[in-house]
């Protein structure tokens, strides 16, 4: 069984910010495509950011010059830095391993990131 392990989920105000971390097994992580989606209440889960084992990287719209996805080689881990973050931003955020040469995908269980003042 894989296992993603997510964690910097919390509670922060408005202009705010947090890290998400999110390790996987070293396999997974060197060939899977890693990255973060959210999913707020009412709405379909959506990707926030997405970084190949190559390093290019893809944004939603909505975070583009305020998130950023990096890998951690020596960790297996990607990050996702959040910055001046706003209400909208308000979600459950799932890691996620997708591969791009099989049918294999893998979640993690979440973690809540609620921006309120």
């Known amino acids: 069984q894989v296992q993603l392990v997510e964690s910097g989920g919390g509670l922060v105000q408005p202009g705010g910010s947090l890290r998400l971390p999110c390790a996987a097994p070293?396999?997974?992580?060197?060939?899977?495509?890693m990255g973060w989606y959210r999913q707020a209440p009412g709405k379909q889960r959506e990707l926030v950011a997405g970084?190949?084992?190559?390093?290019?990287?893809n944004y939603a719209d909505s975070v583009k010059g305020r998130f950023t996805i990096t890998r951690d080689n020596a960790r297996n881990t990607v990050n996702l830095q959040m910055n001046s973050l706003k209400p909208e931003d308000t979600a459950v955020y799932y890691c996620?391993?997708?591969?791009?040469?099989?049918?294999?995908?893998?979640w993690g269980q979440g973690t809540q990131v609620t921006v309120s003042a």
């Open positions: 996620n391993a997708n591969s791009r040469v099989g049918p294999m995908n893998y």
């Open positions: 070293r396999n997974i992580f060197s060939l899977f495509v």
């Open positions: 970084i190949a084992s190559e390093g290019t990287t």
